[in-house]
Protein backbone atom coordinates (compact mmCIF):
# COMPACT_ATOMS: atom_id res chain seq x y z
CA UNK A 1 0.00 0.00 0.00
CA UNK A 2 1.01 3.43 -0.54
CA UNK A 3 2.21 5.73 2.63
CA UNK A 4 3.28 9.53 2.93
CA UNK A 5 4.50 10.23 6.42
CA UNK A 6 6.01 13.80 7.24
CA UNK A 7 7.90 14.48 10.15
CA UNK A 8 7.79 16.45 12.54
CA UNK A 9 3.93 16.61 13.55
CA UNK A 10 5.06 19.96 14.53
CA UNK A 11 7.94 22.26 14.58
CA UNK A 12 8.40 25.71 16.70
CA UNK A 13 11.17 28.30 15.20
CA UNK A 14 12.28 31.46 16.37
CA UNK A 15 12.17 34.00 13.19
CA UNK A 16 15.85 33.16 11.43
CA UNK A 17 15.81 29.70 12.69
CA UNK A 18 16.48 27.91 9.73
CA UNK A 19 15.15 24.18 9.53
CA UNK A 20 13.90 21.09 7.46
CA UNK A 21 10.80 19.13 7.38
CA UNK A 22 10.65 15.90 6.14
CA UNK A 23 8.11 13.41 4.01
CA UNK A 24 8.78 9.81 3.56
CA UNK A 25 7.26 7.44 1.03
CA UNK A 26 6.74 4.32 0.12
CA UNK A 27 4.82 4.02 -3.10
CA UNK A 28 4.98 1.44 -6.14
CA UNK A 29 6.51 4.20 -8.32
CA UNK A 30 6.47 7.74 -7.94
CA UNK A 31 5.58 9.66 -10.59
CA UNK A 32 5.79 13.58 -8.66
CA UNK A 33 6.58 14.58 -5.25
CA UNK A 34 4.05 17.71 -4.47
CA UNK A 35 4.32 20.47 -1.79
CA UNK A 36 1.72 22.52 -0.62
CA UNK A 37 0.38 25.21 1.80
CA UNK A 38 -1.89 25.60 4.14
CA UNK A 39 -3.32 28.31 5.91
CA UNK A 40 -5.66 27.60 9.37
CA UNK A 41 -9.51 27.34 7.61
CA UNK A 42 -8.33 27.75 4.16
CA UNK A 43 -7.30 25.37 1.11
CA UNK A 44 -3.95 24.00 0.45
CA UNK A 45 -2.05 26.26 -2.08
CA UNK A 46 0.59 24.67 -4.27
CA UNK A 47 4.58 25.17 -3.79
CA UNK A 48 6.58 22.70 -5.70
CA UNK A 49 6.37 19.97 -7.78
CA UNK A 50 9.44 17.48 -7.89
CA UNK A 51 9.76 14.68 -10.30
CA UNK A 52 12.70 12.54 -10.16
CA UNK A 53 15.75 12.27 -7.60
CA UNK A 54 17.86 14.67 -7.09
CA UNK A 55 15.86 17.85 -8.33
CA UNK A 56 15.43 20.73 -6.34
CA UNK A 57 13.58 23.94 -6.60
CA UNK A 58 13.18 27.25 -4.45
CA UNK A 59 11.09 29.70 -3.95
CA UNK A 60 11.62 32.66 -1.71
CA UNK A 61 12.73 30.95 1.80
CA UNK A 62 11.94 27.71 0.78
CA UNK A 63 13.69 24.95 -0.98
CA UNK A 64 12.53 21.14 -2.07
CA UNK A 65 14.60 18.13 -2.53
CA UNK A 66 14.24 14.86 -3.31
CA UNK A 67 15.63 11.86 -3.17
CA UNK A 68 14.53 7.95 -4.06
CA UNK A 69 12.35 7.36 -0.52
CA UNK A 70 12.28 11.23 0.91
CA UNK A 71 11.51 14.69 0.06
CA UNK A 72 12.67 17.62 2.55
CA UNK A 73 11.32 20.97 2.43
CA UNK A 74 14.04 23.44 3.82
CA UNK A 75 13.33 26.81 5.39
CA UNK A 76 16.06 29.26 5.46
CA UNK A 77 15.47 32.22 8.20
CA UNK A 78 11.65 32.03 8.31
CA UNK A 79 9.57 34.54 9.10
CA UNK A 80 5.92 34.37 10.62
CA UNK A 81 4.53 34.72 8.01
CA UNK A 82 5.61 31.07 6.37
CA UNK A 83 4.03 29.73 9.60
CA UNK A 84 1.09 27.17 8.08
CA UNK A 85 0.80 23.59 7.55
CA UNK A 86 2.98 22.56 5.11
CA UNK A 87 1.45 19.24 3.10
CA UNK A 88 3.63 17.05 1.07
CA UNK A 89 1.29 14.44 -1.81
CA UNK A 90 2.77 11.70 -4.30
CA UNK A 91 1.33 10.74 -7.11
CA UNK A 92 2.33 7.29 -8.24
CA UNK A 93 1.47 5.60 -11.86
CA UNK A 94 -1.85 4.66 -12.43
CA UNK A 95 -2.96 6.16 -8.70
CA UNK A 96 -4.16 9.27 -7.54
CA UNK A 97 -2.36 11.69 -5.36
CA UNK A 98 -1.77 10.58 -1.84
CA UNK A 99 -1.03 12.86 0.96
CA UNK A 100 0.94 13.12 4.30
CA UNK A 101 -0.69 14.02 7.45
CA UNK A 102 1.03 17.46 7.54
CA UNK A 103 3.48 19.52 9.74
CA UNK A 104 2.56 22.27 11.74
CA UNK A 105 5.12 24.70 11.21
CA UNK A 106 5.23 28.00 13.92
CA UNK A 107 7.11 31.03 13.19
CA UNK A 108 7.54 32.93 16.36
CA UNK A 109 8.72 36.84 15.99
CA UNK B 1 -10.26 33.36 -13.09
CA UNK B 2 -12.14 32.77 -9.71
CA UNK B 3 -9.95 29.53 -9.97
CA UNK B 4 -12.36 26.34 -7.87
CA UNK B 5 -14.87 27.66 -5.46
CA UNK B 6 -17.26 25.78 -3.07
CA UNK B 7 -20.85 26.52 -1.25
CA UNK B 8 -21.55 26.35 1.19
CA UNK B 9 -18.51 27.86 3.61
CA UNK B 10 -20.17 26.07 6.38
CA UNK B 11 -22.96 23.99 7.59
CA UNK B 12 -25.11 22.37 10.12
CA UNK B 13 -26.97 19.14 9.15
CA UNK B 14 -28.88 16.38 12.04
CA UNK B 15 -28.49 12.87 11.58
CA UNK B 16 -30.11 11.28 8.45
CA UNK B 17 -30.54 14.70 6.80
CA UNK B 18 -29.19 14.98 3.22
CA UNK B 19 -27.27 17.61 1.48
CA UNK B 20 -25.45 18.86 -1.57
CA UNK B 21 -21.69 20.30 -2.06
CA UNK B 22 -21.20 22.44 -4.97
CA UNK B 23 -17.79 22.69 -6.44
CA UNK B 24 -17.32 25.14 -9.95
CA UNK B 25 -13.59 25.37 -11.77
CA UNK B 26 -13.34 27.89 -14.32
CA UNK B 27 -9.93 26.57 -15.21
CA UNK B 28 -10.86 24.20 -17.45
CA UNK B 29 -9.56 21.22 -16.00
CA UNK B 30 -10.44 17.78 -16.77
CA UNK B 31 -9.34 16.19 -13.54
CA UNK B 32 -11.58 17.06 -10.47
CA UNK B 33 -11.49 15.66 -6.78
CA UNK B 34 -13.57 15.49 -3.62
CA UNK B 35 -11.37 15.04 -0.48
CA UNK B 36 -12.26 14.80 3.13
CA UNK B 37 -9.94 16.72 5.86
CA UNK B 38 -9.98 15.49 9.59
CA UNK B 39 -8.25 16.60 12.82
CA UNK B 40 -4.33 15.48 12.09
CA UNK B 41 -4.97 13.40 9.00
CA UNK B 42 -3.67 13.87 6.00
CA UNK B 43 -7.04 14.42 2.78
CA UNK B 44 -8.83 11.27 1.95
CA UNK B 45 -9.76 10.95 -1.60
CA UNK B 46 -13.56 10.64 -1.64
CA UNK B 47 -14.04 10.72 -5.06
CA UNK B 48 -12.65 11.66 -8.45
CA UNK B 49 -13.70 12.12 -12.42
CA UNK B 50 -11.40 12.19 -15.08
CA UNK B 51 -13.92 14.58 -17.70
CA UNK B 52 -17.48 15.08 -18.20
CA UNK B 53 -19.73 11.30 -17.64
CA UNK B 54 -16.88 9.72 -15.81
CA UNK B 55 -16.48 9.30 -12.09
CA UNK B 56 -14.38 6.94 -10.25
CA UNK B 57 -14.46 5.68 -6.43
CA UNK B 58 -11.69 6.92 -3.75
CA UNK B 59 -10.35 5.48 -0.76
CA UNK B 60 -13.24 6.90 1.23
CA UNK B 61 -16.22 6.88 -0.85
CA UNK B 62 -19.36 4.75 1.39
CA UNK B 63 -22.27 7.47 2.44
CA UNK B 64 -21.36 9.97 -0.65
CA UNK B 65 -22.24 9.83 -4.50
CA UNK B 66 -21.12 12.48 -7.23
CA UNK B 67 -22.27 13.42 -10.49
CA UNK B 68 -20.20 14.95 -13.07
CA UNK B 69 -22.59 16.47 -16.15
CA UNK B 70 -19.91 19.43 -16.90
CA UNK B 71 -16.70 20.23 -17.04
CA UNK B 72 -16.53 22.78 -14.37
CA UNK B 73 -18.96 21.36 -12.29
CA UNK B 74 -18.96 18.40 -9.51
CA UNK B 75 -21.19 17.87 -6.86
CA UNK B 76 -20.88 16.05 -3.82
CA UNK B 77 -23.94 14.71 -2.38
CA UNK B 78 -24.48 13.13 1.05
CA UNK B 79 -27.50 10.84 1.79
CA UNK B 80 -28.48 10.22 5.46
CA UNK B 81 -25.54 12.37 6.96
CA UNK B 82 -23.69 10.32 10.12
CA UNK B 83 -21.89 12.12 12.92
CA UNK B 84 -18.48 10.42 11.27
CA UNK B 85 -19.09 12.54 8.14
CA UNK B 86 -18.55 15.48 10.36
CA UNK B 87 -15.24 17.06 8.74
CA UNK B 88 -13.94 19.57 6.15
CA UNK B 89 -14.34 18.60 2.77
CA UNK B 90 -12.10 20.08 -0.03
CA UNK B 91 -12.96 20.23 -3.62
CA UNK B 92 -9.58 20.31 -5.80
CA UNK B 93 -9.19 20.48 -9.65
CA UNK B 94 -6.25 19.99 -12.07
CA UNK B 95 -5.26 19.49 -15.49
CA UNK B 96 -3.60 15.83 -16.94
CA UNK B 97 -1.66 15.46 -19.96
CA UNK B 98 -2.34 12.29 -22.08
CA UNK B 99 0.53 11.26 -21.55
CA UNK B 100 -0.58 11.10 -17.74
CA UNK B 101 1.21 13.58 -16.60
CA UNK B 102 -0.36 14.75 -13.55
CA UNK B 103 0.20 18.78 -12.68
CA UNK B 104 -0.53 20.28 -9.37
CA UNK B 105 -3.80 20.22 -7.99
CA UNK B 106 -5.87 23.52 -6.73
CA UNK B 107 -8.48 23.54 -4.00
CA UNK B 108 -11.18 25.51 -3.15
CA UNK B 109 -11.81 26.98 0.28
CA UNK B 110 -13.49 24.28 1.84
CA UNK B 111 -16.60 23.51 3.37
CA UNK B 112 -16.79 22.71 6.68
CA UNK B 113 -20.15 20.16 7.53
CA UNK B 114 -21.49 19.03 11.29
CA UNK B 115 -23.92 16.43 10.96
CA UNK B 116 -25.48 16.30 15.10
Known amino acids: EDQVTQSPEALRLQEGESSSLNCSYTVSGLRGLFWYRQDPGKGPEFLFT???AGEEKEKERLKATLTKKESFLHITAPKPEDSATYLCAVQCYGQNFVFGPGTRLSVLP | NAGVTQTPKFRILKIGQSMTLQCTQD?????MYWYRQDPGMGLKLIYY???????DKGEVPNGYNVSRSTTEDFPLRLELAAPSQTSVYFC???????????????FGPGTRLTVL
Open chain 2, 92 to 106: ASSYSTPSGIYNEQF
Open chain 2, 49 to 55: SVGAGIT
Open chain 1, 50 to 52: LYS
Open chain 2, 27 to 31: MNHNY
